[in-house]
């Protein structure tokens, strides 16, 4: 039957089957795959084949679904079978019942999965994935792992880093190739293989057959729906659209792939076998269709540049066996050489570089014959190697990338892909040159690539197999190709060498990268760069590569006009030198460490050097680089500078032996110390026309980046350059780069024909920085010095100038700390490390004249104190004399040297080239070149005094002849004569060609004709060796004379032990001292001429006309003296201004003014509060015309509705268990209370029996500055205008104070009183309690009336409407009637109450410490009372409502109180909230309130307090405890004072309590509930102090700011009392002996029991309907903890593993920046579209939902904290810090992260003090974006 059913389905008509209906269909399938199966199991199953074949032809046709893709909606509907999807889908369920052989997909999928060995993980992930990488248990630098299998495994104490996957990849778990067993995770540790059975042969005996046709399919359809886009429209869409019709294809093999080895094998069978491709592909040529798809595949072969092999002749290079071609050799020359024919259709190499490319390539072609299929040969032979080509084609679209991917783990797949990949490599290239969206596509590339190349042993077998390496340099030359220009460095007409140019989008946009990294990934493994390194074509090839960056990106330095148009090409060639060049060189590098790698470094060395001579030749460079030219680009310099390094450091190799001739060191030398120079110039501002751009080059040069790849290798390329040539050749080669020659004259006035003067001074500190750099800097040369501060690195590292200038603070303020030196200590130059024996030459540079003369000439100009010198000259100055002292020869003679004494100077400047005799050699007379106005030139005779003030410079230039016979003058001066001199000797050419070569511009002293005075000669009297110019340092620096004294007069132990700790560290004094004892340690005869120094020293002669000179050698007490008077003259000045200022400013005429002010000065007693204005500077009383106010901060702040009763701080939810739920905060607990009492009670009275502002309080602050309010306007109109002003709102009213630059947004007014009021209303008062409470309520009834329209009153008005629109109208509005006063009421004693329980909290939560406020606040309560008494008295309370009453007086009738049924009751006085109560009284007052007063409310408060402080009691016990206080309190109630003992009140209240329902209740589930504490009298005291004791603080703090009263400080556990007797309850006559017992402070105003008998009453009746209610409302929580942040845990990994995959609970997405609130543990999507309300993102909205426009936000993804205030936001940095104390914004890094409690202690405290504003200062708007 089956097998009937299966032949009408095969052989019967096709249009049947669609139609069949679903369920028949399916059953129809199956049977069929069941037949199928049984038939193909048959030993002899050829016609279950044939019968399969054919079905699958039909199922599988290409045709239709096709018709469908290519002419879009008609062909779709026509193509029948239920629209466009219809045929595919069907398909695809046919090969799905075929795979499972007629039983169901998912079992067979369960059933083939049970015999994976999964040995490796093999998890493929795309972009953003995070991953791990650990280099513990790496063999490969791009070892990746999953956080799941990194997780599992064991990785403590690794050196691991978590980062998110910028292109994508696989995890290597399991893959012994790439990492260690050891870090294996614990699923992929057990080599599985062995326990899996074997799979049973029919199970995918139907794949088999299946799949080939399946993946021919898919391949028909890549073919059909290719088309090749027209020249310039992309062709994305119509790409985009084939592979959204193929999605489920692809997926499906996607699926198969996931189901484990098993099925993988079947799948690198059908994908690798040629058999299988040849039949499908070459078969049916009758068929149309397939006809059809083969000739668009050839098509699409063609138009890529490649040739299907049929139409040339076969070459060998695909076949395996062909071995290792010629091609290394042949490499770049015979890829350029057919270049133009090949790629016709890569348009850009037909651009207009065509010319120059020929005369480019006819120079780098060195004859070989072109072997072209590296670039254009292609021949496909296996569906794997199609597919991959289709892949490229459609730009490697994710899912064939990732089914491809998924293969891996199988071996056999692995190698096989790999050799395709690496057949297609220049194919890749050139589509990624192509490609519109290069940057996806690269990601793509280097997904696969970095998993094939990682593998060593891969690596090594396809670089033996297919020449990967010479394919690889080959396609980075040819892509480099493309966007090649002329040099113009040197010779900008005649330059033969060609450049990268940077301008290009395939450089700007770093399209070359995955290439690169590719080639950087292979050079990686040993085996690999070892071939790479003995291959001689290859390196060439390669040096040829480097070569074309050599020089790019080159700046001329504008001299006229600023550069219209910035280029900031420089990113590209920083980037390309750094990925392209240094990174491969550091790859090579890293293989040469040992002495049996020298080869390879000669190698290298050999073709850089030969690379580098091409380079020179093809620039034209002879000995002169071309002037105002700096390229920062020198890659060939630095591949040669540190392979040397490398030969000496770690393969023993002699340098020599590496070096090149004398001349070729010379032109080595010129580029990067050209650089040096510029990096000077650049600091000097003299490319400052160039834009800012150049100071990003100079700073990218040193970046931390960048600086080991060029700065470091170019200044040790100088170094081995200096221990190598001459060194007076190097000197003055140096100091004329540096432009500063003209300057080292003894004349004091000089032309400079290169520099302007204002540049002088920092080019010749630029000269001596380097100069010390390049003698101190032991990178490459010895051991680094790395234990101490040391200047030289920082400036090497450094930037900017500055930065050097705080590194140098820094140290000055440790020095100070720990004691080791008081003042301001220059740099510490310390003492180097000894060199390495090949460098010895370096130090060479310190003995030669050239330096000596220079040295001598900067010492004697700073003692002639001329201009342009600086101490940091003179503090390099010191540092190269002392370095000449340590490094001197050992075998200098004192005899051989003494002969001539001071004497032998006539010969030249110096005798010989040691520093230590040169020291003291006299120089009696210079010649030097002056301007004819030099003070020089009116001499009468040369004989002149020895030192004149007027100082005296020496020469530029001089005439040739005096080169030797002249009176000592100097040969310095001649320095570029010298380096020329030098550079012909070496280079061994004739003179007349030598002459030639010069220069005019610099060598003749040209100038124009008028533009400065003619130069003239004039001999100078000098008479000075540099030791004495040393002392007489000494002495000027001291500011005394004689101030020197050889210290080894006195103690000859120092000639013995000369290191003395105080010489370590000191300023210019120490230096000198340092100096002179080493010289006289060095020689005896030094120090016999330092003690003949010291003696002749005579005072010095009184000048007789001061000049210029004189001038700046003023004594240093002058200059402080006319700064002091400078000073005062200049604020005498300023305050005459200011008077007249105010008098044109205040439209009040003075006379009249004057008088009242004389008046109020007669009566101190009644002395006005004064308020300075911090605008006008004026002082006075604030008055109702005029009023002052307060800079104020007003916000809403909801850190009171965040404290907990419990003292267990909340964590961070960090699993799905923990939680956080919000009711047990104290916003929650009077929410509920508030709602429940208006459950049941009068709205209007409910609004009076609570606080608000618990959440959305407003709090205000002041900075305690004051200004008068028209000030502040005319202010803000200023700002107004201003619009320079970023940061805050000035619409919104926000301003920062005049004077501190606090943040601020109101002016809170002064009300106008006397000080005076605090003393008058604290006369002890002998007044009744009677009397008093009647007062209140009299003064309590009056009606206050709004003063006059004043000034005063407006601004009262005002502010008050601030403080209102401070807030959200929810956190007003409680009351049922919207807009009622009641609400306006409540608002504004809570408004009170908010800002005395955030003080109490800012000064811990207790007042024990006492004193002013500890959080150091300027308190403006008092000013803040005023303006809300003035609003509250508009509201009078109904007399008869009065809670006053209530509390002081007896009614008759009880009952009348209760209300009618229909009326709701009011709210009974126990349930009032005392304090609330407290404020309204005293609010209501008028102001000023008198002492007595205030005094006379908090007693009659504190008994209402007390009594529910018992009811709560009462509630809170047991049943039996509760009768036994009932009737122990009736025994004591006739004693005397029974009305202040507890137990006789505590029993009536119950026993008046008892009269209602309160108790009856009580379940007994109930009593389990309440704790079954026994109380002990101690007990209860306890408890009734705490239920007492908020009310007493908030008191307490009412009256130190009402009445100025300081508070007094106690212990803890005395606070009660000490707070109750301050306040006055406390009788003064109290006694303190016996324990404290807190009801002796009450004061009853009528008899306790009947008020009390009053106030139960009103609950009774209330409890006998809602006694659960009545319960709960009594019990009132008091005594609230501290409000913290939640405690985040010790390591960030936990919160990031949680959260930055966790949904948002609103839009259910994993969101692409999740944040978290640190106050309640919110998550949000930060800028977040999903979950925007009404333009508001999520993050504004919870932040004003949580915390009233405040909010603190964790990011996770970057581990920084940002803080929202209202409309504005802030980056606030992280609380979580690396081992080493840093953040890691972003996780770039990815290190371990761990909390710092300190950091996090900050962030709390300032969210506690609400000092967001002050503190962090980088504020911006978020638009409600965030």
């Not at 000027?1036 to 080894?1048: A, E, H, R, T, V």
């Not at 429940?1236 to 618990?1254: E, H, M, N, P, T």
């Not at 003035?1430 to 209760?1458: A, C, F, G």
């Amino acid at each position: 039957m089956a097998a009937a059913a299966a032949a009408a389905a095969v052989g019967g008509p096709q249009q049947s089957q669609p139609e069949l209906p679903a369920p028949g269909l399916a059953l129809d399938k199956a049977a069929t795959a069941a037949h199928l199966k049984a038939a193909l199991s048959r030993p002899d199953n050829r016609a279950g084949a044939e019968e399969l074949q054919a079905l699958l032809e039909r199922v599988l046709s290409a045709e239709r679904p096709l018709a469908a893709a290519a002419g879009g909606e008609e062909a779709a509907a026509a193509g029948g079978g239920g629209g466009p999807g219809a045929a595919e889908e069907e398909a695809l369920e046919w090969c799905k019942c075929l795979l499972a052989g007629g039983g169901g997909y998912d079992e067979f999928c369960a059933a083939v999965r049970a015999y994976d060995p999964a040995a490796l993980c093999g998890l493929v992930w795309t972009a953003n994935f995070v991953a791990y990488r650990c280099r513990t248990c790496g063999i490969s630098p791009c070892m990746s792992l999953c956080a799941e299998c990194f997780h599992q495994g064991d990785h403590t104490g690794h050196d691991f880093n978590m980062f998110r996957s910028q292109a994508g990849g696989a995890c290597d778990c399991g893959d012994s190739n790439v990492m260690r067993e050891s870090g294996f995770c614990k699923r992929h540790q057990i080599k599985s293989s062995s326990n899996i059975p074997c799979v049973p042969k029919d199970l995918l005996m139907m794949s088999e057959f299946v799949l080939p046709r399946f993946i021919f399919c898919l391949i028909q359809y890549l073919r059909e729906g290719y088309n090749e886009p027209a020249a310039d429209v992309p062709s994305e869409k119509d790409l985009n659209k084939v592979l959204q019709l193929l999605e489920p294809q692809i997926s499906f093999l996607e699926d198969l792939t996931k189901m484990g080895g098993a099925m993988r094998s079947v799948l690198t069978q059908v994908l690798t076998n040629q058999q299988n491709y040849k039949d499908l592909t070459s078969g049916p040529g009758e068929n149309a269709c397939a006809k059809k798809s083969h000739e668009k595949y050839l098509i699409a072969l063609k138009s890529s540049g490649l040739t299907y092999p049929e139409d040339k002749l076969v070459y060998g290079i695909q076949e395996p066996s062909a071995g290792p071609s010629t091609l290394a050799v042949q490499g770049f020359a015979g890829a350029t050489g057919t270049l133009g024919q090949v790629d016709s259709s890569d348009e850009e190499d037909q651009d207009g570089n065509q010319g120059l490319g020929k005369r480019k390539r006819v120079k780098l072609s060195s004859g070989t014959k072109a072997d072209q299929s590296i670039m254009d040969v292609l021949k496909h032979k296996s569906f794997l190697e199609e597919l991959l080509f289709w892949t490229i084609k459609y730009e490697f679209p994710q899912k064939m990338v990732t089914f491809l991917l998924n293969m891996l783990p199988d071996q056999e797949y692995k190698v096989a892909f790999t050799k395709t990949f690496v057949q297609h490599y220049a194919f890749i290239m050139k589509t990624l040159k192509k490609s519109h969206e290069s940057d996806t596509m690269s990601n793509r590339i280097v997904h696969i690539s970095v998993q094939l190349f990682s593998n060593e042993e891969l690596a090594r077998q396809v670089t033996e197999e297919c020449q990967l390496l010479d394919i690889m340099v080959t396609v980075l030359l040819y892509m480099m190709e493309s966007c090649l220009i002329k040099s113009e460095l040197q010779d900008e007409e005649n330059s033969l060498h060609v450049v990268v140019n940077c301008g290009e989008a395939l450089l700007k946009n770093n399209t070359y990268w995955p290439l690169v990294s590719d080639f950087i990934n292979i050079l990686s493994h040993q085996s690999v760069a070892k071939r790479f390194l003995e291959d001689h074509g290859l390196l060439v090839t390669w040096m040829n590569f480097v070569s074309f960056f050599q020089g790019m990106n080159l700046n001329k330095r504008e001299l006229n006009e600023h550069v219209e148009f910035e280029s900031q090409t420089y990113y590209a060639a920083f980037a390309a030198e750094l990925e392209a060049c240094a990174q491969p060189m550091w790859g090579l590098l890293s293989h040469c460490k040992i002495r049996e790698t020298q080869e390879y470094t000669r190698n290298v060395v050999r073709y850089c050097l030969e690379a580098l001579q091409d380079w020179f030749d093809a620039i034209n460079f002879v000995d002169e680089p071309a002037p105002n030219q700096v390229t920062f680009h020198l890659p060939l310099h630095r591949y040669y500078a540190m392979f040397l390094s490398k030969a000496v450091k770690c393969q023993e190799l002699d340098l020599d032996s590496v070096l090149p001739d004398q001349e070729m060191l010379m032109k080595l030398m010129i580029h990067p110390l050209q650089i040096q120079a510029s990096l000077a110039e650049i600091h000097s501002n003299m490319w400052v026309r160039n834009g800012l751009q150049i100071k990003g080059q100079a700073m990218t040069y040193v970046q931390s980046h960048f600086c080991n790849s060029m700065i470091d290798p170019d200044i040790y390329l100088l170094q081995v350059c200096a221990s190598r040539l001459d060194p007076d050749y190097f000197i003055s080669s140096v100091f004329e780069r540096f432009k500063v020659v003209d300057l080292l004259t003894m004349a004091s006035q000089h032309q400079n024909t290169v520099l302007d003067a204002e540049h002088e001074r920092s080019m010749l500190e630029g000269a001596l920085t380097f100069l010390v750099i390049l003698l101190s800097l032991r990178l490459h040369l010895a051991e680094v010095w790395d234990q101490e501060f040391d200047p030289v690195m920082v400036i090497l590292r450094t930037v900017y100038r500055r930065d050097v200038q705080s590194a140098m603070d820094r140290y000055t303020a440790f020095l100070k700390q720990s004691g080791k030196f008081p003042g301001n200590p220059w740099p510490p130059y310390k003492k180097r490390t000894s060199l390495h024996p090949s460098y010895k030459g370096l130090m060479r540079l310190l003995h030669c004249k050239t330096l000596h003369i220079v040295l001598f000439t900067l010492l004697y100009k700073i003692l002639m104190d001329h201009q342009n010198l600086s101490e940091h000259v003179l503090c390099m100055v010191l540092y190269l004399i002392e370095l000449g002292l340590e490094n001197s020869a050992e075998d200098e003679s004192d005899e051989e040297t003494s002969v001539g004494g001071p004497e032998r100077c006539h010969d030249s400047w110096f005798p010989g080239s040691n520093l230590v005799s040169n020291m003291r050699h006299f120089i009696n007379y210079v010649r030097v070149r002056v301007p004819e106005t030099a003070p020089e030139v009116k001499r009468d005779s040369p004989a002149s005094t020895s030192s004149d003030s007027l100082g005296s410079l020496q020469s530029s230039r001089r005439p040739k002849v005096l080169q030797r016979e002249n009176s000592g003058t100097a040969q310095v001066f001649s320095l570029v004569a010298e380096r020329r001199k030098k550079f012909q000797e070496i280079i061994n050419r004739s003179s007349s060609e030598a002459n030639q070569v010069v220069r005019p511009k610099t060598s003749s002293k040209w100038s124009a004709p008028g533009s400065a005075p003619q130069l003239t000669t004039a001999i100078l009297e000098i008479k000075e060796s540099i030791l004495s110019l040393l002392i007489k340092l000494h002495h000027k620096l001291s500011g005394k004379q004689n101030s020197y004294y050889p210290p080894w007069l006195d103690d000859i132990e120092i000639l013995i032990q000369p290191e003395i700790p105080k010489y370590s560290h000191g300023d210019g004094i120490t230096a000198v001292e340092r100096i002179l004892l080493k010289a006289a340690l060095q020689s005896r005869m030094n120090k016999r001429i330092i003690e003949e120094i010291c003696r002749k020293v005579t005072p010095p002669v009184p000048p007789k006309k001061i000049t210029a000179a004189e001038k700046k050698t003023l004594d240093k007490e002058e200059r402080r003296q006319k700064a002091r008077e400078r000073q005062q003259k200049l604020l005498a000045e300023f305050a005459s201004r200011q008077k007249s200022f105010m008098e044109t400013a205040m439209d009040v005429d003075s006379p009249e003014n004057d008088i009242p002010m004389e008046i109020t000065t007669a009566e101190p007693q009644v002395s006005e509060a004064v308020y300075d204005c911090v605008i006008c500077g004026q002082s006075g009383p604030s008055s109702e015309d005029r009023p002052t106010g307060l800079v104020v901060l007003l916000q809403a702040s909801s850190v009171l509705g965040q404290c907990r009763d419990n003292v267990e701080p909340k964590k961070l939810p960090i699993t799905e268990e923990e939680q956080i739920y919000p009711w047990d905060t104290c916003a929650a607990v009077h929410d509920v209370r508030l709602s429940l009492l208006q459950r049941y009670f009068k709205d209007s009275s409910c609004l009076l029996a609570v606080s608000i502002g618990w959440e959305g309080g407003v709090y205000v602050q002041t900075c305690g500055h004051t200004l008068h309010i028209d000030c502040h306007k005319s202010y803000m109109e200023s700002l107004r205008n201003d619009q320079v002003l970023q940061g805050f709102s000035v619409d919104k009213g926000e301003f920062t104070c005049p004077l501190c630059r606090q943040f601020a947004n109101s002016v809170l007014p002064c009300y106008p009183g006397s000080n005076v009021e605090n003393n008058l209303w604290q006369r002890p008062c002998n007044k009744s309690m009677q009397d008093l409470i009647k007062e209140v309520e009299e003064l309590q009834g009056r009606p206050g009336a709004f003063p006059s329209e004043t000034n005063l009153s407006k601004e009262m008005e005002s502010v008050m409407k601030d403080i209102k629109n401070t807030t959200q109208k929810k956190y007003r509005d409680y009351s049922k009637t919207p807009g009622s006063p009641d609400n306006d009421f409540l608002f504004m004693y809570s408004v009170a109450r908010t800002n005395l329980e955030l003080e109490l909290i800012h000064r811990g939560g207790n007042l024990c410490s006492g004193g002013a406020s500890t959080a150091g606040k300027r308190s403006c309560l008092n000013q803040l009372f005023h303006v809300l008494a003035l609003h509250m008295r508009l509201y009078s309370i109904d007399s008869e409502y009065n809670p006053w009453k209530k509390l002081t007086q007896l009614v008759e009738d009880m009952n009348s109180q209760l209300g009618n049924e229909e009326q709701q009751p009011e709210v009974p006085i126990l349930y009032h909230d005392v304090t609330s109560l407290l404020l309204i009284q005293i609010l209501m007052m008028p102001q000023p309130l008198h002492k007595e007063h205030f005094t006379c409310i908090v007693k009659v408060l504190f008994t209402l307090l007390y009594t529910q402080a018992l009811a709560a009691l009462s509630v809170k016990c047991s049943e039996e405890d509760r009768s036994a206080w009932k009737h122990m309190g009736t025994l004591k109630k006739n004693i005397c004072d029974a009305e202040k003992s507890y137990e006789v009140l505590l029993s009536f209240v119950i026993s008046e309590l008892s009269k209602g329902k309160l108790y009856h209740e009580e379940g007994s589930q109930e009593c389990s509930m309440i704790s079954p504490i026994a109380w002990s009298p101690e007990s209860m005291e306890k408890y009734l102090q705490e239920f007492c004791l908020p009310f007493l603080r908030i008191t307490s703090l009412l009256q130190h700011h009402l009445f100025g009263e300081d508070l007094p400080s106690c212990q803890e556990e005395e606070e009660f009392s000490v707070l109750s007797s301050c306040l006055g309850l406390l009788p003064t006559f109290y006694q303190t002996e016996h324990p404290f017992i807190s009801a002796s402070c009450l004061d009853w105003p009528v008899p306790a029991f009947d008020i009390i008998t009053q106030w139960c009453f009103e609950i009774k009746s209330f409890t006998e309907r809602h006694a659960e209610q009545g319960k709960a409302l009594l019990i009132q929580e008091s005594r609230w903890k501290l409000p913290h942040l939640l405690q985040l845990p010790e390591n960030y990994n936990t919160i990031f593993q949680y959260y930055h995959r966790k949904t948002c609970s609103v839009c259910t997405k994993v969101p692409k920046d999740p944040a978290v609130c640190l106050v309640c543990g919110t998550f949000v999507c930060l800028k977040g579209l999903c979950c925007k309300q009404q333009s508001y993102c999520e993050c504004v909205l919870h932040s004003q939902n949580c915390g009233a426009g405040t909010g603190i936000f964790l990011l996770i993804n970057a581990s920084v904290i940002i803080i929202i205030r209202g409309h504005r936001f802030c980056l606030w940095g992280s609380v979580y810090l690396d081992a080493h104390g840093e953040e890691d914004r972003d996780l770039r890094r990815g290190k371990p992260l761990y909390i710092c409690k300190e950091r996090y202690k900050v962030l709390e405290q300032q969210w506690i003090s609400h000092t967001f504003d002050h503190i962090n200062k980088r504020w911006g708007p978020h638009y409600n974006g965030l």
